[in-house]
Protein backbone atom coordinates (compact mmCIF):
# COMPACT_ATOMS: atom_id res chain seq x y z
CA UNK A 1 0.00 0.00 0.00
CA UNK A 2 1.20 3.36 -0.55
CA UNK A 3 0.22 6.21 1.58
CA UNK A 4 0.78 10.14 0.90
CA UNK A 5 0.15 12.19 3.28
CA UNK A 6 -0.06 15.81 1.01
CA UNK A 7 -0.62 19.49 2.46
CA UNK A 8 1.20 22.72 3.53
CA UNK A 9 3.79 22.51 5.81
CA UNK A 10 2.87 23.54 9.01
CA UNK A 11 -0.57 21.71 9.26
CA UNK A 12 0.61 17.89 10.63
CA UNK A 13 1.11 15.56 8.11
CA UNK A 14 4.88 14.91 8.96
CA UNK A 15 3.22 14.12 12.93
CA UNK A 16 0.80 11.58 11.36
CA UNK A 17 2.76 10.28 8.84
CA UNK A 18 5.41 9.78 11.50
CA UNK A 19 3.26 8.08 13.78
CA UNK A 20 1.15 6.37 11.66
CA UNK A 21 4.44 4.59 10.29
CA UNK A 22 5.94 3.81 13.53
CA UNK A 23 2.84 1.81 14.04
CA UNK A 24 2.76 0.32 11.15
CA UNK A 25 6.55 0.03 10.38
CA UNK A 26 5.86 1.01 6.89
CA UNK A 27 8.90 2.83 5.12
CA UNK A 28 8.55 6.68 5.48
CA UNK A 29 9.90 8.67 3.22
CA UNK A 30 9.55 12.58 3.62
CA UNK A 31 10.56 14.66 0.52
CA UNK A 32 11.91 17.31 2.61
CA UNK A 33 14.65 15.08 4.06
CA UNK A 34 15.18 14.30 0.18
CA UNK A 35 15.50 17.13 -0.89
CA UNK A 36 17.77 18.46 1.73
CA UNK A 37 20.61 15.43 1.82
CA UNK A 38 20.27 16.91 -2.03
CA UNK A 39 21.07 20.14 -1.42
CA UNK A 40 24.09 18.86 1.50
CA UNK A 41 25.73 16.71 -1.50
CA UNK A 42 26.41 19.70 -3.77
CA UNK A 43 25.47 17.58 -6.51
CA UNK A 44 23.45 20.29 -8.19
CA UNK A 45 24.50 23.95 -8.91
CA UNK A 46 20.97 25.01 -8.74
CA UNK A 47 17.62 24.52 -6.83
CA UNK A 48 16.74 20.98 -6.45
CA UNK A 49 13.27 21.35 -8.33
CA UNK A 50 11.49 18.17 -8.65
CA UNK A 51 14.62 15.83 -8.08
CA UNK A 52 13.13 15.06 -4.64
CA UNK A 53 9.85 13.50 -5.50
CA UNK A 54 11.88 11.42 -8.22
CA UNK A 55 14.29 10.01 -5.82
CA UNK A 56 11.26 9.37 -3.73
CA UNK A 57 9.31 7.63 -6.25
CA UNK A 58 11.83 5.63 -7.20
CA UNK A 59 12.19 4.44 -3.52
CA UNK A 60 8.57 3.77 -3.18
CA UNK A 61 7.94 2.08 -6.49
CA UNK A 62 11.18 -0.50 -5.47
CA UNK A 63 10.40 -1.37 -1.92
CA UNK A 64 6.59 -1.16 -3.00
CA UNK A 65 7.58 -3.95 -5.20
CA UNK A 66 8.70 -5.90 -2.24
CA UNK A 67 5.64 -5.85 -0.57
CA UNK A 68 6.24 -3.10 1.96
CA UNK A 69 4.15 -0.62 2.73
CA UNK A 70 5.27 2.94 1.85
CA UNK A 71 4.18 6.40 4.29
CA UNK A 72 5.33 9.45 2.01
CA UNK A 73 5.30 13.27 3.44
CA UNK A 74 4.92 15.75 1.28
CA UNK A 75 3.37 19.08 0.04
CA UNK A 76 2.34 17.57 -3.47
CA UNK A 77 1.74 20.60 -4.77
CA UNK A 78 1.13 20.32 -8.42
CA UNK A 79 -0.36 17.98 -10.36
CA UNK A 80 2.58 16.55 -12.16
CA UNK A 81 3.76 15.43 -8.50
CA UNK A 82 0.09 14.16 -7.50
CA UNK A 83 -0.16 11.91 -10.83
CA UNK A 84 3.30 10.57 -10.33
CA UNK A 85 2.35 9.21 -7.27
CA UNK A 86 -0.50 7.39 -9.29
CA UNK A 87 1.42 5.78 -11.97
CA UNK A 88 3.97 4.27 -8.94
CA UNK A 89 1.07 2.79 -7.26
CA UNK A 90 -0.29 1.50 -10.37
CA UNK A 91 3.19 0.09 -10.98
CA UNK A 92 3.72 -1.55 -8.15
CA UNK A 93 0.19 -2.88 -8.40
CA UNK A 94 -0.30 -1.07 -4.74
CA UNK A 95 -3.68 0.44 -3.36
CA UNK A 96 -2.95 4.35 -2.87
CA UNK A 97 -4.26 6.44 -0.49
CA UNK A 98 -4.03 9.92 -0.77
CA UNK A 99 -4.42 11.71 2.49
CA UNK A 100 -4.46 15.68 2.83
CA UNK A 101 -3.91 17.26 6.03
CA UNK A 102 -5.36 20.79 6.21
CA UNK A 103 -5.67 22.80 9.41
CA UNK A 104 -8.39 24.97 10.13
CA UNK A 105 -7.40 28.74 11.36
Known amino acids: MLIVFSGLPGTGKTTIAC ?5 TSALYLRIDT ?30 LRFGSTVIVDCVNPVFESR ?6 A ?16
Open 19 to 23: DLAAR
Open 34 to 63: IEQAIRDSGALAQDVGRSGYMVANELALSN
Open 83 to 88: KAWSEI
Open 90 to 105: TRSGAPLVNVQVICSD
